[in-house]
Each structure stands twice: as structure tokens, then as C-alpha cells.
């Protein structure tokens, strides 16, 4: 937890101090969190404008944080990618 908070933070930091968003890669999202902790991750995630790249064994619980338009789901089974 204290990792992720520092690296939201260093994305706020160049954010802020820059105007450029970061790029997060996760592997396996959620499996280190609980539901409640994982969507206020994703919600400090989006609150930074970053995008979002994420690989999990169930679909994440990310809140209202990536919604809508703002996400994608792929499903990858046997080497073929299909789209959700």
C-alpha cells in the first residue's frame, strides 16, 4: 500500500509540475488489496489523468474511476484477444 501510494504521488508530482499523465502497468490488479482499497487505488489513479494498463485473473473492482468510455476490457483465452 505504501508503494502505490508513493508512486500515485510521484504521478501527481508530474503532473502538477509538468502537465504530463503517467502510464501505471499492473500485473495481476487486485490481488494484493481488497475491493475497498483496490477501487480507492484505481479512484487516486484516475484523479491523477493517468492511463491505465492493467492484467488480472478477475475483473477489477475500480469503482466509478474508470467507467463508461474510459475503459476497456479484453479477455484473452488460448492466444485469442476478444473484446468485452
Sequence with gaps: TIALAMQISQAE???????????????DAGAELDQDHNAAFFEAMAATDAQVLATCTAEPWTGTAYAGEKRRVYHVKQGQIQAQ
Design 13 to 27: 508530482m508530474l503532473l502538477s509540475e509538468t502537465g504530463q499523465s503517467s502510464v501505471f502497468l499492473i500485473d
